[in-house]
C-alpha cells in the first residue's frame, strides 16, 4: 500500500516480549535493552484482541519571555521531556492479564500458581502493528520500554476487559515501518 493520505480504518495487534525470554531472531540470547527481538520472532506474546487503541506524547515545555513596551511576548518556546504512551483496551482475559494485574513472575497457559507482587515492573518490547480494514499491515513498531495495566481490572456481569499502557523508553534500537 502505498503512503498516502486516504481515509482509513486503522486496527491494532500487540505483542510483549520479556526482558530476559530466550529469542532466536536476529539472534540467539536473551532479550534486552541492547538485544532487540526481530518481528517474525516466534516467542511474541500477544496482549490479547486490541478493541482500540491510543497513543500519544507527553512534553514539558520552559518558555522565555521578552519585555516589549508595556508587556511580555513569548520569545522562545522549548519542549524539555517528553514521555510517549500507547494504550490498548482488550477483551482478552488470560496469562499476561493475570500477570500484570497482579504483578507476578512470567506466566503462561501452562501456569498453575502464582506469588502476587513478585515482579512490580514489566520492562521489555512491544510490537504494535497497525492494520487497514483489508488487514493490510500499515506500521510495525518494536518498542523498548514497560507495560502495566491502565487502571483497575473490573469483574462482573461483563467480559473482563483489560486496558494495558506501555511507556516508552529511551533506546535506541527503538524504531518502525511503514508498510508500502
Not at 502505498?2 to 530466550?22: M, Y
Request: aromatic share 8%.
Amino acid at each position: 500500500m502505498p503512503l498516502s493520505t486516504v481515509p482509513l480504518i486503522i486496527g491494532t495487534q500487540a505483542f510483549w516480549c520479556r526482558e530476559g525470554q530466550a529469542i532466536t531472531v536476529p539472534s540467539s540470547g536473551s532479550a534486552s535493552a541492547t538485544l532487540k527481538p526481530g518481528a517474525t520472532e516466534p516467542t511474541w506474546i500477544p496482549i490479547g484482541e486490541v478493541e482500540s487503541s491510543s497513543e500519544g506524547i507527553e512534553s514539558e515545555e520552559k518558555k522565555v519571555y521578552a519585555p516589549a513596551p508595556g508587556h511580555l511576548e513569548l520569545l522562545k518556546k522549548v519542549m524539555t521531556k517528553h514521555e510517549r504512551k500507547l494504550k490498548f483496551k482488550t477483551v482478552s482475559y488470560g496469562p499476561f492479564a493475570i500477570e500484570l494485574s497482579k504483578k507476578t513472575a512470567a506466566l503462561t497457559s501452562a501456569s498453575t500458581t502464582f506469588t502476587p507482587m513478585a515482579q512490580t515492573t514489566k520492562r521489555g518490547w512491544i510490537k504494535v502493528q497497525r492494520l487497514d480494514e483489508a488487514d493490510n499491515i500499515v506500521t510495525t513498531e518494536i518498542l523498548w520500554g514497560t507495560i502495566e495495566l491502565d487502571g483497575e481490572l473490573n469483574f462482573g456481569d461483563d467480559f473482563a476487559k483489560p486496558d494495558y499502557v506501555f511507556t516508552m523508553e529511551k533506546n535506541s534500537l527503538n524504531g518502525g515501518t511503514i508498510q508500502t
